[in-house]
């Protein structure tokens, strides 16, 4: 086989540790790169064995001089509760880190990756969300130092690519869940099962009818793999990747519920500042050009991903 040295920025989050896990089982060279803002040594850790395996702790908002054949970069904190921690650092990380990285794709002449986002279609006024709906956000409110980021950052890539020629590869991910997403990040796949294992009532924000698709880590690894190794036609997105099957908040919260058998019950709180009515892929495109389609239902993601959870609870309470 051909095996190549990829660097993957934020390789030990929630995605980037399932990608390290993938590329390592296919035979290549991974150097993780994380400042360990969000992401976590466990995550990563049945990985150190491995004598291909490398971890930098590094902040991309730094240069980084290494030797690569490919870049994935996912470094950004996800969550609105960690991106508003600290929004000029998010803001940091999306456009210096992308600078950076593609400085060194540059150099290097590695081809490069980028996990955008749904996000850059802000509250969108179209329904699903094609690659070529311009979007719509709030430049000033406090979700823009994720969302502008995220689209200052393609606008790097596209203008390095036509400037300099990079080899760029674009990915706007949805909604994503599954092992590993961390605890208390706030996401809302996590919140219900986190509080649905402990007895606690879930919290809806808003009345509950607002939407979102929800895609299954695996299915999402095999996106960005399918999308990092299609070369025939130059493709270079923005391509949407995310499961198309919409589903409500409220019906989200009572599936969690049934499905952990927990006798909590719901409680409204009110949607937090410029929350996305909805928001569905259309995803078309990497059908088309990648033969993608989403393969894991809610209904078994959401099993193992309740098993997991299950048992870090579990491993929290049996830890003195
Ligand atoms: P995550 O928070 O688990 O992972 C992000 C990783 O980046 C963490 O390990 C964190 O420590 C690291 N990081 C943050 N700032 C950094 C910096 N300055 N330098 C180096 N490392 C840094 O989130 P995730 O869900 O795994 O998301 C990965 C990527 O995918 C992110 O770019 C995110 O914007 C994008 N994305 C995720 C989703 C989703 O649903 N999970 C949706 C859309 C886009
Ligand atoms: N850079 C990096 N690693 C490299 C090459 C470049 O981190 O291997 C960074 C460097 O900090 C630079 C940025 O990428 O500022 C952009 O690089 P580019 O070559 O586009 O710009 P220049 O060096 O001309 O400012
Ligand atoms: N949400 C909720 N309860 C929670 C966490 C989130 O009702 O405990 C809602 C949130 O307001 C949003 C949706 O669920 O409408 C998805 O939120 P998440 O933060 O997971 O993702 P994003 O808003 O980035 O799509």
Not at 11 to 29: K, P, T, V, Y
Not at 59 to 71: G, K, M, R, W
Not at 123 to 151: F, L
Not at 213 to 230: A, K, T
Request: with cysteine; net charge negative; hydrophobic share 35%.
């Amino acid at each position: 086989m051909n095996r190549k040295r990829i660097l993957i920025t934020g390789g030990a989050g929630f995605l980037g540790s399932h990608l390290c896990e993938r590329l390592l089982e296919a035979g290549h060279d991974v150097l993780c790169v994380d400042n360990f803002f969000t992401g976590n040594k466990p995550n990563i850790i049945h990985l150190l064995e491995n004598p291909y395996f490398e971890v930098l702790r590094h902040d991309v908002t730094f240069p980084l001089y290494v030797e690569v054949d490919e870049i994935y970069n996912l470094a950004c904190p996800a969550s609105p509760v960690h991106y508003q921690y600290d929004p000029v650092q998010t803001v940091k990380t999306s456009v210096h880190g992308a600078i950076n990285m593609l400085g060194l794709a540059k150099r290097t002449g590695a081809r490069i990756f980028q996990a955008s986002t749904s996000e850059v279609y802000g509250d969108p006024a179209m329904h699903p969300q094609t690659e070529s709906y311009w979007g719509n956000v709030n430049p000033i409110g406090p979700r823009a130092c994720y969302d502008e980021g995220k689209r200052c950052a393609e606008t790097l890539f596209f203008d390095y690519h036509r400037q300099y020629g990079l080899d760029i590869k674009v990915v706007r991910i949805f909604n994503t869940y599954g092992p590993r997403m961390h605890p208390d990040d706030g996401r809302v796949v996590s919140n219900f099962i986190v509080q649905a294992l402990k007895g606690e009532n879930l919290t809806i924000y808003g009345d509950g009818s607002q939407t979102r698709s929800f895609c299954y880590v695996d299915d999402m690894i095999e996106g960005f793999i399918r999308m990092m190794e299609h070369t025939p036609d130059g493709f270079t997105g923005p391509v949407n990747l995310g499961n198309p099957v919409e589903f409500s908040i409220l019906e989200l919260a009572r599936t969690v519920i049934a499905k952990v058998g927990s006798a909590s019950s719901i409680e409204f709180r009110p949607l937090p500042v410029n929350d996305p009515m909805q928001r569905k892929p259309d995803i078309a495109l990497a059908q088309e050009k990648l033969d993608w389609f989403p393969s894991v239902q809610l209904e078994a993601g959401l099993d193992r991903t309740i098993a997991y959870f299950d048992a870090l609870l579990s491993e929290r309470t049996a830890t003195p």
